[in-house]
């Protein structure tokens, strides 16, 4: 059973940065293709970044320039860099995988709150 566990959540005040890390339980699925979602209060879930060895990255529109995923192999972890958060980005942040086959794993999601 893969294990996803995000951490780096916590509260933080309108132009400034957190990193968010996911680490992966096994260090096969870790080389798979990895997304950040994240789900506002109130709103459905939405993807926010994505990493793949064949296609690089991917962001949505309302973070590029300020949110960059990368990850680290030999240590398991796909991170979330976020700088000049606004109010709009508070969120329970989500890491996500998806296996070639189809089966889908997320981690129990970590919150960030975006507030003065």
């Known amino acids: 059973q893969v294990q996803l566990v995000e951490s780096g959540g916590g509260l933080v005040q309108p132009g400034g940065s957190l990193r968010l890390s996911c680490a992966v339980s096994?260090?096969?699925?870790?080389?798979?293709?990895m997304d950040w979602y994240r789900q506002p209060p109130g709103k459905e879930r939405e993807l926010v970044a994505s990493?793949?060895?064949?296609?690089?990255?991917n962001y949505a529109d309302s973070v590029k320039g300020r949110f960059t995923i990368s990850r680290v192999i030999a240590k398991n972890t796909v991170y979330l860099q976020m700088d000049s958060l606004k109010s709009e980005d508070m969120a329970v942040y989500y890491c996500?995988?998806?296996?070639?086959?189809?089966?889908?794993?997320w981690g129990k999601g970590t919150l960030v709150t975006v507030s003065s």
């Open positions: 996500h995988l998806r296996t070639p086959n189809g089966v889908d794993y």
């Open positions: 096994s260090s096969i699925f870790s080389r798979y293709d």
């Open positions: 990493i793949s060895s064949a296609y690089g990255t």
